[in-house]
Structure formats: structure tokens, C-alpha cells
């Protein structure tokens, strides 16, 4: 089993806070995973097992529990004594008015440490926000690198056919179970549908799965551009989906809430200000993509530009689209402590793709490090822009 400790050094610090330990992450991305590797190093630090409640909720055995009232009650119980209670609640959106629970649980008992996953965002609701008062540590849990795909399977990481393997099936660990495409794809239709039906339809009551189902595969179509609402109702309107502006966001909305994609924003870079217009989305996972791909072949160049996107996440950035005054820069990732500029292209071979990915930084002035990354081996590094190969950036501690 991997251990995902670029995820586990994040949260070690707070096992023992009182505050709620919020996982969140699209479906089967390895959050269960996670939390049995918390009880685990909890265990080697010699807490007793009769200390750690893990309760999870997509098991039949646990299904009476979704009475938010039973759940209470059936924690309350376990707790017997002073030391500290270790409570791991997975899959808790099942649980009607789950957040009255845990803040109750939180407020009520001085000895107890909670952690709690979710494959929506009605854990980052302003409910949630609201019941729990800030009391509480958020952790955004994405399908694997490609560094952990290479530890998980044990391929050659450098090997172009492993990369493009990970491009096109995306990183959700439970399809490394696979080898025959065939397989890999029942498997990634299996997880869609689960998205689809437990997270879209039955959240918002809403019938038209072929409409989401259409919806996608535009999406997927263009990824990395910028998005239009009225292309969108053309298209979908040419597939017989007559659908008004207001119904398309509310389904766009209700695919990014189900984490199955993002919305990236743009960021004037002159002004310093977020622009609500003219952004892009982006897919939390290529293979569920893929199986979406109305065109045989993947579309190299926006398909290693979400791989940077995502992976700029997975290192914990805040990513925007840099806009400029006569264009844009592909990725601006900012952190507490740097920011960091990105384009991306699929080879640099072309003397004016070299000009058109070097030259977006002519209009900027600051001293941030300023990366373009393409699949060529050869380092193209000029003028204190730095010029990397994806697959070494991807590797790199």
C-alpha cells in the first residue's frame, strides 16, 4: 500500500487538535486510504484501539447511523473515560445535518479528536463554515501524482509510454489494479456513474443524466480554453438538449460541487485583481476524462497542461490564469511563502512556439520565478526564465 505522506505530513501536526480534520476529495481518490493510515501511525504510537471509533458510512453495517441523532448517541457511548477519543467519520455527506453532530461532539466533550471525509463540497458549505465556527482544518485530498503512480506501480517513471499511460487513465489508485484498457475503463465508468448518481442527481433531484453526460464531454473537448456559455447551449442544442443559460451553470455548478472538475480563474496580473470572466475548467482526473474523449486521440498539448494544473494543487498552490495586457500566462501558483509563474507546451521544437511561450513574460517585470515546461529533453532555459522537462518536474522532490 502507498503511503501518501505528502498528505500525512500535513495533517500529523493536528491529531490531537481539537479541531475537525476535514478531508475532501472527489470519489475513490484514496481518502478512506488516508485515515486508515492516521489510525495505523496512531496505533504505533500506542494508542488503544478501543480509543479509535471509525465509522464508515458507504458500509451497510454502519447504515442506521446515518440518523444524525444515532450517530450522536452511538459515539457518545464509546466514550468511557478521560483519555483522548479518536473518531473517524468517512463518507459522512450520507449523514443528514452531519455538521450538527460533529459540533455538538466538538462543544460537548473535551477528549476528542475528529476527522471526517467527504466526496462533495457540502463539506466546504457556508453551513459547515457556519456550524463549526472556524473550528476546523481543511485538507484537499486529488487522485495521485505521477510521482505516487510511479511509487505505487513501480514503473519507470522516465519511460514516455508510463507518462502517457498516466495522461490518459488519470490517477485514481484503483485502476492501477488493471492492465487491460478494457478493464480500466468499466472500472472508470463505474466510478463516473457512482459521481454522477449519488453526487449530481440525488444532491439536486435532477433526472437528466444524459445532459450531464453531454455537458462533460464538452467540457472535456475544452479543457484548457476559455469557457462560453453560449457555444455550450449551441452545442448542446445541436445534440437535441434545449437547456437556458441559468440551467447550464447550476449544472456546471453541481459538477464542480460532485469534485469532478474546477474552475480556474483568471488573475489580472497589471491590476491585481480576480476576473470573473472568461475562465477555464480543468478535470480533477484525466481518466474519468478520457472515458468522456469523443476524439481517439488525447489531445497532447491540453492534456499535459491540466496534468501541471492539478499537480500545482497537489503541491498546495492557489492557481489562477495569468492575464496580461496583450495576453496571458498559463498558471500563476502562489503560496504563503513564494509565487511562481508557468507556461506549458507539448514540444518547444517550432522557433515560434519557442517565441510564443518565452515572450508571454516580455510584459512582466517582477523578480518570481518564471517556468515554462514542455516534453523536449533539451534545457531551452534563457534570459532567467527557467526551462524544465514535465516528466523531471513532475519527479522532483
Sequence with gaps: MLKREMYLSRIRGF??????????????CGKSVI??????????????KEHI???NFELIEYEELRDYKELNKYIKERITDKKKFYV?????????KFEEVVNSLRASIDNISIFITGSNSKLLSNELSTV????????????????????????????DETFWDFVKWGGLPNRTQFTDESNIKDYLHSVFDSII??????????????????????????????????????????????VSTETLYVYLDALCKALMMKKIYRYDIHGKAILKTLNKYYMTDLGIAQIKNNNFEIN???????????????????VYIGKTKEGEIDFIATNTEEKLYFQVAYLLEEPKT????????????????KYVLSMDKADFSKDGIIHKNIIDWLLEK
Excluded at 491529531?15 to 475513490?28: A, E, M, P, Q, T
Excluded at 492516521?38 to 500506542?46: A, D, M, N, V, Y
Aim: overall charge negative; cysteine-free.
Design 15 to 28: 491529531y490531537d487538535s481539537d479541531l475537525v480534520k476535514i478531508l475532501v476529495g472527489i470519489r475513490r
Design 35 to 48: 485515515l486508515k493510515q492516521i489510525i495505523t501511525e496512531l496505533e504505533e504510537k500506542g494508542i488503544n
Design 53 to 55: 471509533i471509525y465509522v
Design 88 to 96: 473517524f467519520l468517512d463518507e459522512i455527506q450520507k449523514v443528514d
Design 132 to 159: 463549526l465556527s472556524g473550528r476546523y482544518v481543511l485538507f484537499n485530498i486529488y487522485p495521485l501524482s505521477y510521482k505516487e503512480f510511479i511509487e505505487l506501480t513501480g514503473k519507470n517513471g522516465r519511460n
Design 197 to 242: 448518481l449519488r453526487d449530481v442527481v440525488d444532491r439536486l433531484g435532477l433526472k437528466d443524466t444524459v445532459l450531464f453526460d453531454l455537458l462533460l464531454q464538452y467540457i472535456v473537448d475544452i479543457t484548457g480554453r476559455e469557457f462560453s456559455a453560449e457555444n455550450v447551449v449551441k452545442f448542446l442544442k445541436s445534440e437535441g438538449k434545449s
Design 300 to 318: 497532447k498539448s491540453f492534456a499535459i497542461e491540466n496534468i501541471v494544473y492539478n499537480e500545482l494543487l497537489i503541491r498546495g498552490y492557489d
Design 354 to 369: 519557442k517565441i510564443r511561450e518565452f515572450g508571454a513574460y516580455e510584459e512582466i517585470n517582477d523578480n518570481y520565478p
